[in-house]
């Protein structure tokens, strides 16, 4: 008899207990090679993949897509057996055994397609026939496409039924019991259509297919976000203040160089490696920002360890770069791109996104003009950038037109003054309008 070996889900993190199963990368009855991915699995941070704990034939899955499993459950098991004469990898490819079963099951699809007495089942005209009101049908000879349906979603009622009789639409003589008169009673059906009753066109309101819903669980990432950003609005005295930029200046200056940035080093330049570093020098002015309560202490990081909010497969995810202030423009845009790829991927690691002192978070990118963003604990400090907009503004007397931007930054009151907030602020918007601050450290 083949080794048995279950797959088990395997421990992602220290106080992860739970996992949600996202997509099986592999069928059952698939041949699988040791160490290729089955299966991936959501924890609250990230999407990780479990991979075969040996070569053979995927068996026994237990737990479907969007199902939850606990740490070491077995969700599946592997036959081990060697690859297929033909040398293929499975490809929805039972194994032998199970290949010579599929030829008695062929016949009982085909009995229960042509019946349509099971309760509550489609009738040849498209209609769903409840039971009793299929009952009625038999019992009275008739044919389903002939009686309006008037239910749900379509369905054919009992009620139906009754009320196409009562108008006239009898039972006819049964077809089997004159087929030698066949051109006889070609008269006899224009009465039985003439009484059909007339109904009207089902609209919008009135159609129940148009208003149904679709429940399906949260998934790991959603809960964890959820519970985080109510646990913040609980827990923290959150305050915004906001401000405008001119980006202009960072504009000219991406323009000038973004050909020779991209050539030397590979990458774009971006406006975010701009405001990581504004954000670096924000917060060496005003460490509180940066700061964090443990318990009943205040505790000061003397490191930029900046959250970068992006979109990933899943949901928003807030992977970290840390010691932004020894990174280079270069180094932090390397670094956003590769995070961004790995999200739209959910290959992102559980410790890509532990930790960090600050977030940025730029809406911008979906259109957002102003926005108020949630802290993530124990943080105590975002910053939200928003879409670039030309607007009239006054310069030296003179109305002007400006590529302008609106930054938000909500803050914990309970460790960031209003003083020092403002003061972020007015510092970020200083850097940007003035990027030659960033070289000269002023």
């Given amino acids: 008899m083949s080794e048995i070996i279950p797959v088990d889900v395997p421990t992602v993190g220290e106080s992860i207990s739970e996992v949600q199963i996202g997509t099986w990368l592999k069928n059952s009855g698939d041949f699988v ?9 959501e924890t609250e941070k990230a999407s ?8 053979g034939y995927l068996e026994n899955i237990t737990k479907e ?10 969700i599946a098991s592997i036959r081990v057996a060697e690859a297929p004469a033909d040398g ?6 039972a194994s032998p055994p199970a290949a010579a079963a599929p030829s008695t099951p062929a016949s009982p699809p085909a009995r229960s397609a042509s019946s349509p007495k099971a309760g509550g089942s489609a009738s040849g005209g498209g209609a769903f026939v409840m039971p009793a009101a299929q009952r009625m049908l038999d019992e009275h000879n008739l044919d389903a496409a002939q009686v309006p349906a008037t239910g749900p979603g379509g369905r ?16 006819k003589p049964a077809p089997v019991a004159q087929p030698p008169a066949a051109p006889a009673p070609a008269p006899a059906s224009p ?14 309101m009135s159609e129940s297919s148009y208003r149904s819903e679709e429940v399906k669980p949260m998934s790991m990432l959603r809960r964890t976000i959820a519970s985080r950003l109510v646990h ?3 827990t923290a005295a959150l305050l915004t203040t906001f401000n405008e930029i001119n980006m202009a200046p960072v504009m000219q200056i991406r323009s000038k160089y973004k050909d020779a940035f991209l050539k030397k080093h590979g990458v774009k330049l971006g406006f975010m490696s701009f405001f990581a570093k504004a954000t670096v020098e924000a917060l060496r002015r005003f460490p509180a920002v940066n700061a964090e309560i443990r318990n009943d202490a205040m505790v000061y990081k003397n490191y930029q360890d900046i959250g970068i909010a992006i979109g990933g497969g899943k949901g928003l995810v807030v992977p970290i770069l840390r010691n932004v202030e020894r990174m280079s423009f270069a180094e932090v845009e390397g670094s956003i791109g590769e995070y961004a790829r790995l999200a739209g991927e959910n290959r992102l690691q559980p410790s890509d996104l532990m930790g960090g002192t600050f977030t940025i978070s730029n809406g911008g990118i979906y259109g957002s003009l102003l926005s108020t963003p949630i802290v993530n604990p124990p943080q105590s400090g975002i910053l939200g950038l928003h879409t670039i907009q030309e607007r009239p503004v ?14 938000a930054l909500t803050y914990d009151h309970r460790i960031v003054d209003g003083r020092e907030a403002v003061g972020f602020l007015v510092a970020i918007k200083e850097t940007i309008e003035d990027p030659a601050r960033l070289f000269l450290e002023v």
């Fill in 394 to 407: 006054a310069e030296n007397g003179q109305v002007v037109i400006r590529p302008m931007m609106y930054v």
């Fill in 48 to 55: 990780v993949q479990i991979p075969a704990p040996a070569s």
């Fill in 191 to 204: 009465p039985a259509v003439a009484s059909v009753p007339s109904f009207p066109e089902p609209t919008l």
């Fill in 88 to 93: 293929g990898n499975g490809g929805g490819s």
């Fill in 156 to 171: 054919l009622l009992k009620e139906d039924v009754q009320a196409f009789i009562r108008s006239g639409g009898a039972a």
């Fill in 65 to 74: 897509s969007e199902a939850f499993a606990v740490i070491g459950e077995t």
């Fill in 33 to 41: 090679q040791n160490g290729e991915d089955l299966v991936e699995i």
């Fill in 232 to 234: 913040a609005q609980q």
